[in-house]
Protein backbone atom coordinates (compact mmCIF):
# COMPACT_ATOMS: atom_id res chain seq x y z
CA UNK A 1 0.00 0.00 0.00
CA UNK A 2 0.94 3.30 -1.27
CA UNK A 3 -0.65 6.94 -0.86
CA UNK A 4 0.56 10.42 -2.05
CA UNK A 5 -1.26 14.32 -2.07
CA UNK A 6 -1.94 15.09 -5.71
CA UNK A 7 -1.36 18.77 -5.24
CA UNK A 8 -2.68 21.48 -7.32
CA UNK A 9 -2.39 25.31 -7.64
CA UNK A 10 -5.13 27.44 -5.19
CA UNK A 11 -6.59 28.66 -9.34
CA UNK A 12 -7.07 25.11 -10.08
CA UNK A 13 -8.90 23.99 -6.76
CA UNK A 14 -12.05 22.97 -7.70
CA UNK A 15 -13.65 20.79 -4.95
CA UNK A 16 -16.94 19.86 -7.07
CA UNK A 17 -15.09 18.96 -10.26
CA UNK A 18 -12.29 16.68 -8.26
CA UNK A 19 -15.86 15.05 -5.86
CA UNK A 20 -17.77 14.11 -9.05
CA UNK A 21 -14.34 12.63 -10.47
CA UNK A 22 -14.51 10.36 -7.78
CA UNK A 23 -17.68 9.54 -8.51
CA UNK A 24 -16.67 9.00 -11.81
CA UNK A 25 -20.14 11.04 -12.96
CA UNK A 26 -19.31 11.66 -16.69
CA UNK A 27 -18.54 7.88 -17.68
CA UNK A 28 -21.88 6.88 -15.72
CA UNK A 29 -19.48 4.85 -12.90
CA UNK A 30 -17.97 2.50 -15.02
CA UNK A 31 -14.53 2.88 -13.17
CA UNK A 32 -15.84 3.23 -9.99
CA UNK A 33 -16.05 0.21 -7.42
CA UNK A 34 -17.62 2.10 -4.81
CA UNK A 35 -18.14 6.20 -3.81
CA UNK A 36 -19.22 7.38 -0.44
CA UNK A 37 -19.21 10.16 1.81
CA UNK A 38 -18.01 11.31 5.40
CA UNK A 39 -18.43 14.12 7.70
CA UNK A 40 -21.53 16.05 6.35
CA UNK A 41 -24.63 16.52 7.38
CA UNK A 42 -26.15 15.89 4.16
CA UNK A 43 -25.05 12.02 4.84
CA UNK A 44 -25.27 9.81 1.53
CA UNK A 45 -26.42 12.49 -0.84
CA UNK A 46 -23.26 12.71 -2.58
CA UNK A 47 -24.27 15.58 -4.55
CA UNK A 48 -26.06 17.70 -2.01
CA UNK A 49 -22.79 16.86 0.12
CA UNK A 50 -20.40 18.50 -2.60
CA UNK A 51 -22.47 22.02 -2.30
CA UNK A 52 -22.38 21.26 2.01
CA UNK A 53 -18.32 21.31 0.83
CA UNK A 54 -18.78 24.44 -1.06
CA UNK A 55 -20.72 26.31 1.38
CA UNK A 56 -18.09 25.91 3.76
CA UNK A 57 -15.18 26.59 1.83
CA UNK A 58 -16.86 30.02 0.82
CA UNK A 59 -16.73 30.73 4.34
CA UNK A 60 -12.97 30.83 4.50
CA UNK A 61 -12.07 34.10 2.12
CA UNK A 62 -8.61 34.83 4.17
CA UNK A 63 -7.04 31.56 3.38
CA UNK A 64 -5.06 32.38 -0.52
CA UNK A 65 -3.68 28.37 -0.77
CA UNK A 66 -6.06 25.61 -1.93
CA UNK A 67 -8.86 24.44 0.56
CA UNK A 68 -8.76 20.80 -1.05
CA UNK A 69 -6.63 18.08 -0.06
CA UNK A 70 -6.55 15.03 -2.86
CA UNK A 71 -4.80 11.99 -1.35
CA UNK A 72 -4.47 9.20 -3.67
CA UNK A 73 -4.33 5.54 -1.73
CA UNK A 74 -2.61 2.59 -4.22
CA UNK A 75 -3.40 -1.03 -3.77
CA UNK A 76 -0.99 -4.33 -4.94
CA UNK A 77 -3.31 -6.79 -7.04
CA UNK A 78 -3.24 -9.39 -5.00
CA UNK A 79 -4.84 -7.87 -2.01
CA UNK A 80 -7.83 -7.17 -3.91
CA UNK A 81 -9.97 -9.69 -2.14
CA UNK A 82 -9.29 -8.89 1.34
CA UNK A 83 -10.27 -4.96 0.52
CA UNK A 84 -13.51 -5.14 1.02
CA UNK A 85 -16.20 -1.97 1.27
CA UNK A 86 -16.36 -1.64 5.10
CA UNK A 87 -12.49 -2.42 5.35
CA UNK A 88 -11.60 0.35 2.69
CA UNK A 89 -13.84 2.83 4.23
CA UNK A 90 -11.98 1.79 7.64
CA UNK A 91 -8.65 2.68 5.97
CA UNK A 92 -9.62 5.97 4.90
CA UNK A 93 -10.84 6.49 8.43
CA UNK A 94 -7.29 5.62 10.15
CA UNK A 95 -5.85 8.21 7.26
CA UNK A 96 -8.26 10.72 7.84
CA UNK A 97 -7.74 10.88 11.40
CA UNK A 98 -3.35 10.58 11.14
CA UNK A 99 -3.96 14.10 9.10
CA UNK A 100 -6.47 15.99 11.21
CA UNK A 101 -9.25 15.64 8.90
CA UNK A 102 -11.62 13.02 11.03
CA UNK A 103 -14.02 15.49 11.57
CA UNK A 104 -13.71 17.33 8.09
CA UNK A 105 -16.08 16.91 5.15
CA UNK A 106 -14.83 14.08 2.55
CA UNK A 107 -15.56 12.51 -0.62
CA UNK A 108 -14.58 9.18 -1.36
CA UNK A 109 -13.96 6.55 -3.65
CA UNK A 110 -11.85 3.48 -5.31
CA UNK A 111 -11.43 3.38 -8.96
CA UNK A 112 -10.43 0.00 -10.63
CA UNK A 113 -9.30 1.42 -14.14
CA UNK A 114 -5.57 0.73 -13.66
CA UNK A 115 -3.55 -2.63 -13.08
CA UNK A 116 -4.09 -1.20 -9.10
CA UNK A 117 -7.04 -0.77 -7.51
CA UNK A 118 -6.80 2.55 -5.55
CA UNK A 119 -8.70 4.92 -4.27
CA UNK A 120 -9.26 8.80 -3.94
CA UNK A 121 -10.39 10.97 -1.13
CA UNK A 122 -11.11 14.51 -1.20
CA UNK A 123 -10.59 16.67 1.96
CA UNK A 124 -12.01 19.39 2.85
CA UNK A 125 -8.88 21.41 4.24
CA UNK A 126 -11.80 23.94 5.83
CA UNK A 127 -13.16 23.17 9.26
CA UNK A 128 -16.84 22.99 9.26
CA UNK A 129 -16.58 24.38 13.13
CA UNK A 130 -14.17 26.63 13.13
CA UNK A 131 -14.00 27.69 9.06
CA UNK A 132 -10.31 27.78 9.69
CA UNK A 133 -8.05 25.99 7.09
CA UNK A 134 -5.70 22.88 8.16
CA UNK A 135 -2.49 21.95 6.88
CA UNK A 136 -1.06 18.31 8.03
CA UNK A 137 2.32 18.83 8.84
CA UNK A 138 4.76 16.63 7.98
CA UNK A 139 1.98 14.75 6.18
CA UNK A 140 4.13 12.07 4.13
CA UNK A 141 5.58 11.12 7.36
CA UNK A 142 2.44 10.49 9.01
CA UNK A 143 0.67 8.63 5.86
CA UNK A 144 3.46 6.48 5.48
CA UNK A 145 3.02 5.10 8.93
CA UNK A 146 -0.26 4.93 8.70
CA UNK A 147 -0.03 2.51 5.19
CA UNK A 148 2.56 0.39 7.45
CA UNK A 149 0.35 -0.04 10.27
CA UNK A 150 -2.38 -0.81 7.81
CA UNK A 151 -0.67 -3.44 6.04
CA UNK A 152 0.07 -5.13 9.18
CA UNK A 153 -3.83 -4.91 10.68
CA UNK A 154 -5.14 -6.50 7.47
CA UNK A 155 -2.54 -8.59 6.61
CA UNK A 156 -1.54 -6.70 3.06
CA UNK A 157 1.34 -6.97 0.76
CA UNK A 158 4.17 -4.81 2.24
CA UNK A 159 5.61 -1.98 0.48
CA UNK A 160 9.16 -0.38 1.06
CA UNK A 161 8.73 2.27 3.55
CA UNK A 162 10.09 5.43 4.41
CA UNK A 163 12.93 4.26 6.15
CA UNK A 164 14.21 1.79 3.15
CA UNK A 165 13.14 4.68 0.28
CA UNK A 166 15.43 6.92 2.40
CA UNK A 167 18.43 4.06 2.34
CA UNK A 168 17.78 3.81 -1.23
CA UNK A 169 17.87 7.63 -2.08
CA UNK A 170 21.12 7.82 -0.46
CA UNK A 171 22.80 4.92 -2.22
CA UNK A 172 21.82 6.93 -5.26
CA UNK A 173 23.04 10.23 -4.22
CA UNK A 174 26.54 8.22 -2.91
CA UNK A 175 26.99 7.55 -6.48
CA UNK A 176 25.54 10.21 -8.57
CA UNK A 177 28.81 11.28 -9.72
CA UNK A 178 29.31 8.08 -10.99
CA UNK A 179 26.08 7.92 -12.86
CA UNK A 180 26.18 11.24 -14.81
CA UNK A 181 29.76 10.62 -15.81
CA UNK A 182 28.33 6.87 -17.06
CA UNK A 183 25.87 8.82 -18.69
CA UNK A 184 28.13 11.25 -20.40
CA UNK A 185 30.84 8.61 -22.12
CA UNK A 186 27.80 6.30 -23.34
CA UNK A 187 27.32 5.46 -26.88
CA UNK A 188 24.00 3.55 -26.50
CA UNK A 189 21.20 1.73 -24.59
CA UNK A 190 23.30 -1.17 -23.76
CA UNK A 191 26.64 0.38 -23.00
CA UNK A 192 24.70 3.07 -20.93
CA UNK A 193 22.87 -0.23 -18.72
CA UNK A 194 26.43 -1.77 -18.59
CA UNK A 195 27.95 1.71 -17.25
CA UNK A 196 25.42 1.85 -14.16
CA UNK A 197 24.59 -1.81 -13.56
CA UNK A 198 28.97 -1.20 -11.93
CA UNK A 199 26.86 0.72 -9.23
CA UNK A 200 24.22 -1.98 -8.58
CA UNK A 201 21.91 0.68 -10.73
CA UNK A 202 19.15 -0.58 -13.54
CA UNK A 203 17.60 2.11 -15.84
CA UNK A 204 13.86 1.56 -16.26
CA UNK A 205 11.31 3.46 -18.49
CA UNK A 206 7.58 3.63 -15.79
CA UNK A 207 4.92 5.16 -17.27
CA UNK A 208 7.08 7.68 -19.57
CA UNK A 209 9.70 8.12 -17.00
CA UNK A 210 13.17 7.58 -16.58
CA UNK A 211 13.93 5.46 -13.37
CA UNK A 212 16.70 5.02 -11.77
CA UNK A 213 16.38 0.93 -9.36
CA UNK A 214 18.01 -1.28 -7.62
CA UNK A 215 19.04 -4.26 -9.62
CA UNK A 216 17.40 -7.61 -8.31
CA UNK A 217 14.27 -5.93 -7.55
CA UNK A 218 11.27 -4.91 -9.09
CA UNK A 219 8.92 -1.96 -9.39
CA UNK A 220 6.79 -3.03 -6.61
CA UNK A 221 9.51 -3.28 -3.77
CA UNK A 222 9.51 0.55 -4.44
CA UNK A 223 13.14 0.84 -4.04
CA UNK A 224 13.47 3.23 -7.39
CA UNK A 225 13.31 6.82 -8.19
CA UNK A 226 12.60 9.17 -11.18
CA UNK A 227 16.19 10.12 -12.63
CA UNK A 228 15.43 13.06 -13.87
CA UNK A 229 15.38 14.49 -9.99
CA UNK A 230 18.83 14.35 -10.50
CA UNK A 231 19.56 15.40 -13.73
CA UNK A 232 17.28 16.62 -16.65
CA UNK A 233 19.70 14.79 -18.96
CA UNK A 234 17.69 11.50 -17.73
CA UNK A 235 14.80 12.70 -19.37
CA UNK A 236 12.99 9.73 -21.11
CA UNK A 237 12.64 11.81 -24.18
CA UNK A 238 16.66 13.21 -23.99
CA UNK A 239 17.74 9.42 -24.26
CA UNK A 240 15.61 8.35 -26.54
CA UNK A 241 16.37 11.24 -28.72
CA UNK A 242 20.32 10.31 -27.89
CA UNK A 243 20.25 6.46 -27.74
CA UNK A 244 16.45 5.53 -30.23
CA UNK A 245 13.97 3.95 -29.10
CA UNK A 246 14.39 2.58 -25.65
CA UNK A 247 16.17 -0.94 -25.50
CA UNK A 248 15.86 -3.47 -21.78
CA UNK A 249 19.11 -4.23 -20.30
CA UNK A 250 20.32 -7.97 -21.74
CA UNK A 251 21.01 -8.71 -18.04
CA UNK A 252 24.83 -9.87 -18.50
CA UNK A 253 26.27 -7.01 -17.37
CA UNK A 254 28.98 -7.27 -14.55
CA UNK A 255 27.95 -6.01 -11.01
CA UNK A 256 30.33 -4.67 -8.76
CA UNK A 257 27.84 -3.56 -5.79
CA UNK A 258 24.45 -3.77 -4.81
CA UNK A 259 21.84 -1.59 -2.98
CA UNK A 260 20.98 -4.21 -0.15
CA UNK A 261 17.62 -3.26 1.41
CA UNK A 262 17.29 -3.56 5.46
CA UNK A 263 16.97 -6.94 6.49
CA UNK A 264 16.87 -8.10 10.13
CA UNK A 265 17.23 -11.63 8.98
CA UNK A 266 20.73 -10.90 7.35
CA UNK A 267 22.00 -8.90 10.71
CA UNK A 268 21.02 -12.07 12.74
CA UNK A 269 23.04 -14.08 10.53
CA UNK A 270 25.87 -11.73 10.43
CA UNK A 271 26.31 -11.67 14.24
CA UNK A 272 26.53 -15.38 13.91
CA UNK A 273 29.25 -15.79 10.64
CA UNK A 274 31.98 -17.04 11.95
CA UNK A 275 29.83 -19.92 14.19
CA UNK A 276 28.26 -20.29 10.58
CA UNK A 277 31.22 -21.23 9.11
CA UNK A 278 32.19 -23.71 11.16
CA UNK A 279 29.23 -25.48 11.76
CA UNK A 280 28.72 -26.07 8.03
CA UNK A 281 32.53 -26.76 7.64
CA UNK A 282 32.57 -29.58 10.16
CA UNK A 283 29.34 -31.18 9.38
CA UNK A 284 29.74 -34.54 7.71
CA UNK A 285 26.16 -35.05 6.71
CA UNK A 286 23.23 -33.05 5.46
CA UNK A 287 21.52 -34.54 8.98
CA UNK A 288 24.21 -33.25 10.81
CA UNK A 289 24.01 -29.96 9.28
CA UNK A 290 20.56 -29.65 9.93
CA UNK A 291 20.81 -30.22 13.08
CA UNK A 292 23.87 -28.04 14.25
CA UNK A 293 21.94 -25.27 12.03
CA UNK A 294 18.61 -25.93 14.23
CA UNK A 295 20.67 -25.16 17.51
CA UNK A 296 20.32 -21.74 15.59
CA UNK A 297 16.93 -21.74 14.66
CA UNK A 298 18.39 -22.11 11.28
CA UNK A 299 18.27 -24.61 8.64
CA UNK A 300 19.23 -25.25 4.87
CA UNK A 301 17.11 -25.11 1.89
CA UNK A 302 17.18 -25.94 -2.02
CA UNK A 303 16.13 -22.51 -3.94
CA UNK A 304 16.48 -22.52 -7.74
CA UNK A 305 20.45 -24.32 -8.35
CA UNK A 306 21.28 -23.36 -5.56
CA UNK A 307 21.31 -23.50 -1.65
CA UNK A 308 19.78 -21.28 1.22
CA UNK A 309 20.20 -20.52 4.93
CA UNK A 310 16.26 -19.85 6.45
CA UNK A 311 14.81 -19.42 9.99
CA UNK A 312 12.84 -22.77 10.68
CA UNK A 313 9.62 -22.32 10.08
CA UNK A 314 9.62 -19.66 7.93
CA UNK A 315 8.24 -19.01 4.19
CA UNK A 316 8.95 -18.07 0.85
CA UNK A 317 7.75 -14.87 1.00
CA UNK A 318 9.02 -13.71 4.40
CA UNK A 319 12.96 -13.37 3.10
CA UNK A 320 14.06 -14.82 6.13
CA UNK A 321 16.72 -16.38 4.25
CA UNK A 322 20.30 -16.04 2.50
CA UNK A 323 22.42 -17.35 0.26
CA UNK A 324 24.78 -20.18 2.01
CA UNK A 325 27.17 -18.83 -0.17
CA UNK A 326 27.13 -15.64 1.79
CA UNK A 327 28.56 -17.44 4.64
CA UNK A 328 31.50 -18.37 2.46
CA UNK A 329 31.75 -19.28 -1.56
CA UNK A 330 32.56 -22.83 -0.28
CA UNK A 331 29.18 -23.36 0.80
CA UNK A 332 27.52 -23.74 -2.74
CA UNK A 333 25.19 -26.47 -3.14
CA UNK A 334 28.02 -28.00 -5.67
CA UNK A 335 30.70 -27.56 -2.85
CA UNK A 336 28.13 -29.04 -0.86
CA UNK A 337 26.41 -31.91 -2.81
CA UNK A 338 30.32 -32.87 -3.71
CA UNK A 339 30.77 -33.31 0.19
CA UNK A 340 28.15 -34.92 1.38
CA UNK A 341 26.22 -36.24 -1.46
CA UNK A 342 22.57 -35.30 -2.88
CA UNK A 343 20.54 -32.78 -0.65
CA UNK A 344 18.69 -34.42 1.88
CA UNK A 345 15.44 -32.81 3.95
CA UNK A 346 15.86 -31.88 7.56
CA UNK A 347 13.53 -34.56 9.61
CA UNK A 348 12.66 -31.52 11.05
CA UNK A 349 13.17 -33.11 15.24
CA UNK A 350 15.88 -30.78 16.23
CA UNK A 351 15.86 -28.78 18.89
CA UNK A 352 16.41 -25.08 18.79
CA UNK A 353 18.67 -23.71 21.36
CA UNK A 354 17.97 -19.82 20.01
CA UNK A 355 15.99 -18.76 16.73
CA UNK A 356 15.11 -15.57 14.96
CA UNK A 357 12.59 -13.34 16.12
CA UNK A 358 11.22 -10.42 13.53
CA UNK A 359 9.77 -8.50 16.14
CA UNK A 360 9.74 -8.94 20.08
CA UNK A 361 6.26 -9.08 21.76
CA UNK A 362 6.57 -6.31 24.14
CA UNK A 363 7.52 -4.17 21.23
CA UNK A 364 4.22 -5.44 19.36
CA UNK A 365 2.00 -4.85 21.97
CA UNK A 366 3.40 -1.06 23.13
CA UNK A 367 3.04 0.02 18.93
CA UNK A 368 -1.12 -1.06 19.74
CA UNK A 369 -0.59 0.34 23.51
CA UNK A 370 -3.14 2.93 23.13
CA UNK A 371 -5.96 0.83 20.78
CA UNK A 372 -5.33 -1.98 23.48
CA UNK A 373 -6.39 0.21 26.26
CA UNK A 374 -9.10 2.24 24.18
CA UNK A 375 -10.74 -1.80 23.76
CA UNK A 376 -10.22 -3.03 26.88
CA UNK A 377 -11.86 0.54 28.23
CA UNK A 378 -15.03 -0.40 26.59
CA UNK A 379 -15.32 -3.88 27.36
CA UNK A 380 -18.07 -5.20 29.37
CA UNK A 381 -17.59 -9.21 30.40
CA UNK A 382 -14.27 -11.20 30.36
CA UNK A 383 -15.75 -12.68 27.14
CA UNK A 384 -16.05 -9.14 25.54
CA UNK A 385 -12.67 -8.29 26.38
CA UNK A 386 -10.97 -11.48 24.89
CA UNK A 387 -12.99 -10.92 21.43
CA UNK A 388 -11.66 -6.94 21.50
CA UNK A 389 -7.87 -8.11 22.30
CA UNK A 390 -8.54 -11.34 19.56
CA UNK A 391 -8.58 -8.84 16.74
CA UNK A 392 -5.21 -7.50 17.89
CA UNK A 393 -4.04 -11.51 17.90
CA UNK A 394 -3.70 -11.23 21.76
CA UNK A 395 -5.51 -12.70 24.78
CA UNK A 396 -5.64 -12.68 28.51
CA UNK A 397 -3.93 -15.91 30.36
CA UNK A 398 -3.90 -16.46 33.52
CA UNK A 399 -0.09 -17.43 35.02
CA UNK A 400 0.40 -17.75 38.84
CA UNK A 401 -1.49 -15.03 40.67
CA UNK A 402 -1.55 -12.81 37.67
CA UNK A 403 -2.92 -12.08 34.36
CA UNK A 404 -0.41 -12.21 31.17
CA UNK A 405 -1.04 -10.74 27.84
CA UNK A 406 0.29 -13.37 25.30
CA UNK A 407 0.07 -13.85 20.93
CA UNK A 408 -2.82 -15.75 20.58
CA UNK A 409 -1.65 -19.60 19.15
CA UNK A 410 1.78 -19.22 21.69
CA UNK A 411 2.86 -21.52 24.11
CA UNK A 412 4.42 -20.65 27.97
CA UNK A 413 7.31 -21.96 25.87
CA UNK A 414 7.49 -19.33 23.61
CA UNK A 415 7.67 -16.26 26.09
CA UNK A 416 5.56 -14.27 23.67
CA UNK A 417 4.19 -12.99 27.11
CA UNK A 418 4.16 -9.65 28.97
CA UNK A 419 2.70 -9.05 32.47
CA UNK A 420 -0.72 -7.56 32.11
CA UNK A 421 0.05 -4.56 34.44
CA UNK A 422 3.13 -4.01 32.29
CA UNK A 423 1.00 -2.46 29.79
CA UNK A 424 -1.13 -0.46 32.55
CA UNK A 425 -1.51 -0.85 36.67
CA UNK A 426 -5.42 -0.98 35.59
CA UNK A 427 -5.25 -3.95 33.78
CA UNK A 428 -3.60 -6.24 36.85
CA UNK A 429 -5.81 -9.44 37.74
CA UNK A 430 -7.08 -7.78 40.82
CA UNK A 431 -8.74 -4.69 39.36
CA UNK A 432 -10.06 -6.65 36.18
CA UNK A 433 -12.03 -8.58 38.64
CA UNK A 434 -13.11 -5.99 40.52
CA UNK A 435 -14.91 -5.25 37.04
CA UNK A 436 -15.86 -8.42 35.54
CA UNK A 437 -16.03 -11.06 38.22
CA UNK A 438 -14.13 -14.26 38.23
CA UNK A 439 -11.69 -14.87 35.43
CA UNK A 440 -13.17 -16.57 32.06
CA UNK A 441 -10.81 -18.44 29.79
CA UNK A 442 -11.19 -17.26 26.11
CA UNK A 443 -13.67 -19.32 23.86
CA UNK A 444 -11.03 -19.21 20.87
CA UNK A 445 -13.80 -17.66 18.26
CA UNK A 446 -13.09 -14.93 17.96
CA UNK A 447 -12.00 -12.53 14.81
CA UNK A 448 -8.75 -11.71 14.68
CA UNK A 449 -7.28 -8.99 12.01
CA UNK A 450 -4.07 -9.15 12.95
CA UNK A 451 -1.39 -11.34 14.17
CA UNK A 452 1.54 -11.43 16.33
CA UNK A 453 3.98 -12.84 13.67
CA UNK A 454 6.52 -15.95 15.42
CA UNK A 455 8.26 -18.85 14.62
CA UNK A 456 8.22 -22.07 16.92
CA UNK A 457 11.20 -24.39 15.50
CA UNK A 458 11.02 -26.84 18.55
CA UNK A 459 7.42 -27.53 17.82
CA UNK A 460 7.06 -30.57 16.01
CA UNK A 461 10.33 -31.83 18.65
CA UNK A 462 7.18 -30.81 21.37
CA UNK A 463 4.94 -33.67 19.70
CA UNK A 464 7.67 -36.09 19.03
CA UNK A 465 8.68 -35.86 23.02
CA UNK A 466 5.09 -35.89 24.17
CA UNK A 467 4.61 -38.79 22.25
CA UNK A 468 7.44 -40.78 23.89
CA UNK A 469 6.31 -40.00 26.91
CA UNK A 470 2.74 -40.90 25.87
CA UNK A 471 4.27 -44.27 24.71
CA UNK A 472 6.41 -44.73 27.66
CA UNK A 473 3.99 -44.48 30.37
CA UNK A 474 1.00 -45.98 28.21
CA UNK A 475 2.95 -48.62 26.57
CA UNK A 476 0.53 -47.71 23.43
CA UNK A 477 1.29 -46.53 20.25
CA UNK A 478 0.71 -42.83 19.78
CA UNK A 479 -1.48 -41.16 17.35
CA UNK A 480 1.65 -39.17 16.29
CA UNK A 481 3.93 -42.25 15.69
CA UNK A 482 0.70 -43.85 13.60
CA UNK A 483 0.87 -40.79 11.57
CA UNK A 484 4.75 -40.12 11.10
CA UNK A 485 4.82 -44.00 10.25
CA UNK A 486 2.77 -42.81 7.09
CA UNK A 487 4.78 -39.69 5.96
CA UNK A 488 6.16 -41.26 2.63
CA UNK A 489 2.83 -42.44 1.53
CA UNK A 490 1.07 -38.83 2.49
CA UNK A 491 4.05 -37.21 0.58
CA UNK A 492 2.77 -39.29 -2.26
CA UNK A 493 -0.87 -38.82 -1.96
CA UNK A 494 -0.11 -34.58 -1.83
CA UNK A 495 2.43 -35.32 -4.99
CA UNK A 496 -0.66 -37.14 -6.89
CA UNK A 497 -3.64 -34.81 -5.92
CA UNK A 498 -5.03 -31.75 -7.69
CA UNK A 499 -7.42 -30.40 -5.00
CA UNK A 500 -8.63 -30.52 -1.60
CA UNK A 501 -10.89 -32.92 -2.39
CA UNK A 502 -8.61 -35.41 -4.12
CA UNK A 503 -6.40 -34.76 -1.13
CA UNK A 504 -9.01 -35.52 1.80
CA UNK A 505 -9.70 -38.78 -0.40
CA UNK A 506 -6.58 -40.09 -0.19
CA UNK A 507 -5.51 -39.00 3.06
CA UNK A 508 -8.81 -41.29 4.35
CA UNK A 509 -7.30 -44.21 2.64
CA UNK A 510 -5.51 -44.32 6.07
CA UNK A 511 -8.33 -43.18 8.35
CA UNK A 512 -6.66 -39.57 8.82
CA UNK A 513 -8.15 -36.20 7.77
CA UNK A 514 -7.22 -32.54 7.46
CA UNK A 515 -8.51 -29.70 9.48
CA UNK A 516 -8.09 -26.18 10.68
CA UNK A 517 -7.34 -25.11 13.80
CA UNK A 518 -6.58 -21.64 14.94
CA UNK A 519 -4.44 -20.23 11.65
CA UNK A 520 -2.63 -23.70 10.56
CA UNK A 521 -3.71 -27.22 9.50
CA UNK A 522 -4.00 -30.28 11.94
CA UNK A 523 -4.07 -33.71 10.72
CA UNK A 524 -6.46 -35.75 12.48
CA UNK A 525 -7.81 -39.69 13.38
CA UNK A 526 -11.27 -39.35 11.63
CA UNK A 527 -14.23 -39.21 13.86
CA UNK A 528 -11.94 -37.81 16.46
CA UNK A 529 -12.52 -35.04 18.76
CA UNK A 530 -10.23 -31.75 18.55
CA UNK A 531 -8.51 -32.70 21.89
CA UNK A 532 -6.57 -34.89 22.97
CA UNK A 533 -3.92 -37.58 21.35
CA UNK A 534 -5.19 -37.59 18.05
CA UNK A 535 -3.92 -34.68 16.22
CA UNK A 536 -0.72 -33.79 15.60
CA UNK A 537 0.01 -30.02 13.26
CA UNK A 538 0.21 -30.85 9.73
CA UNK A 539 3.80 -29.35 9.08
CA UNK A 540 5.03 -32.25 11.77
CA UNK A 541 5.07 -34.30 8.03
CA UNK A 542 6.63 -31.56 5.99
CA UNK A 543 6.41 -28.13 5.23
CA UNK A 544 4.84 -29.19 2.27
CA UNK A 545 1.88 -29.82 4.83
CA UNK A 546 1.91 -26.29 6.18
CA UNK A 547 -1.57 -24.57 5.57
CA UNK A 548 0.30 -21.85 3.88
CA UNK A 549 2.08 -24.36 1.31
CA UNK A 550 -1.11 -26.12 0.87
CA UNK A 551 -3.72 -23.01 0.12
CA UNK A 552 -0.99 -21.56 -2.22
CA UNK A 553 -1.50 -25.21 -4.54
CA UNK A 554 -5.27 -25.93 -4.02
CA UNK A 555 -6.65 -22.52 -2.88
CA UNK A 556 -8.76 -21.33 0.23
CA UNK A 557 -9.03 -24.28 2.59
CA UNK A 558 -12.04 -26.86 1.65
CA UNK A 559 -13.38 -28.71 4.63
CA UNK A 560 -13.21 -32.34 3.60
CA UNK A 561 -16.86 -33.33 2.00
CA UNK A 562 -17.22 -36.99 3.64
CA UNK A 563 -17.85 -40.06 2.94
CA UNK A 564 -14.39 -41.39 1.75
CA UNK A 565 -13.91 -45.29 1.79
CA UNK A 566 -11.02 -45.78 4.72
CA UNK A 567 -8.86 -48.58 4.19
CA UNK A 568 -7.03 -48.61 7.66
CA UNK A 569 -8.21 -46.80 10.64
CA UNK A 570 -5.74 -45.36 13.57
CA UNK A 571 -7.18 -47.39 16.65
CA UNK A 572 -5.71 -48.42 20.27
CA UNK A 573 -2.89 -50.66 19.98
CA UNK A 574 0.23 -51.50 21.99
CA UNK A 575 3.45 -49.88 21.23
CA UNK A 576 5.09 -52.91 20.93
CA UNK A 577 3.85 -56.32 19.20
CA UNK A 578 2.28 -58.90 20.82
CA UNK A 579 4.26 -62.13 20.22
CA UNK A 580 2.97 -64.76 23.02
CA UNK A 581 -0.64 -65.89 23.90
CA UNK A 582 -1.29 -64.86 26.79
CA UNK A 583 0.02 -61.41 26.40
CA UNK A 584 -2.81 -61.44 23.26
CA UNK A 585 -5.37 -62.51 25.90
CA UNK A 586 -4.68 -59.87 28.83
CA UNK A 587 -4.85 -57.11 25.58
CA UNK A 588 -8.52 -58.62 24.90
CA UNK A 589 -9.24 -57.84 28.33
CA UNK A 590 -7.42 -54.95 28.67
CA UNK A 591 -9.74 -53.82 25.45
CA UNK A 592 -12.87 -55.21 27.25
CA UNK A 593 -12.40 -53.41 30.78
CA UNK A 594 -12.13 -50.39 28.94
CA UNK A 595 -14.81 -50.49 27.07
CA UNK A 596 -17.34 -51.68 29.92
CA UNK A 597 -15.79 -48.53 32.21
CA UNK A 598 -16.51 -46.34 29.38
CA UNK A 599 -20.40 -47.61 29.11
CA UNK A 600 -20.56 -47.50 32.92
CA UNK A 601 -18.96 -44.07 33.35
CA UNK A 602 -16.19 -45.96 35.86
CA UNK A 603 -12.40 -44.31 35.61
CA UNK A 604 -11.10 -45.98 32.11
CA UNK A 605 -7.65 -47.76 32.55
CA UNK A 606 -5.60 -45.92 30.49
CA UNK A 607 -1.99 -47.74 31.17
CA UNK A 608 -1.83 -50.70 28.88
CA UNK A 609 1.89 -51.07 30.51
CA UNK A 610 0.11 -50.92 33.97
CA UNK A 611 -2.84 -53.03 33.12
CA UNK A 612 -0.03 -55.63 31.92
CA UNK A 613 2.34 -55.42 34.70
CA UNK A 614 -0.38 -55.63 37.26
CA UNK A 615 -1.89 -58.62 35.89
CA UNK A 616 1.13 -60.80 35.52
CA UNK A 617 1.98 -60.18 38.68
CA UNK A 618 -1.27 -61.42 39.68
CA UNK A 619 -1.21 -64.75 37.64
CA UNK A 620 2.03 -65.11 39.09
CA UNK A 621 1.24 -65.13 42.80
CA UNK A 622 -1.73 -66.67 41.85
CA UNK A 623 0.48 -69.88 40.35
CA UNK A 624 2.60 -69.38 43.88
CA UNK A 625 5.37 -68.27 41.94
Given at each position: ?I?K?????P?NDN????????????????????S??????AG?D???????????Q??N????K??T?H???????????????D??KE????????L???????????H?N??N??????Y?M??????T????????????T????????????????R?????F?????????????????A????????R?????I??R?????????????????G????????????L??????????????????R?????K????????I????????????????W?D??????????????????????????????????A?S?????F?K??LE?RM?????????????????PQ????????R??K??????G???W????????A???????????C?I?A?????????????????R?L?K??????F???E???????V?????????N?????????????????????????TE??E????????S???????????E???????????????A????????H?????S?????S?????????E?E???GG??V????K?E??N??KA??????????????K??????RQ??????N?????????D????R
Open positions: MSREPHEAYGRLARYIADASHGGEKCLAWTAGCADYDLAIDEVRATGCQRTKEKYMIVSFRPEDNARLTPVLIETEFARAGYENHQRHCGVITRMHMHVANINPETKRLEPFRDYYKRDVCRELEKKYGLSIDAGDEQTAIKYIEDRLVRLKQSLGADSWQDLHKVAACGAIIHENECQFAAIGTKDKDHSIKASTYSLDFAGRLEKRFGEFEKSTGKHVFERFPANPFEDYEERKETLRKVVETAGTQLHKRLAVHGLTVRTRGNGCIIAAMGSRKGDNFQVAQINRKSKHDGAYERSEGTYAAEEYFVKFDEYVQEKELLDSIAAKSQDLHERMAYGVEFRLRGNGTAIGSSTQDKHHIKASELDASATLEERGLFKSKGKYAQERFRFFDPRALRENERAKKFEAHSGLKSFYTYARKKLQEALEAASWQDLHKLMAHGLELRLRGNGCIVSIEAKMKGNNITASLGREFKWSLEKKFGFKSAYAKEAYLPKPLAKDRELWRIYLRQREARESGIVRSWKFAFKAQRFLEDMG
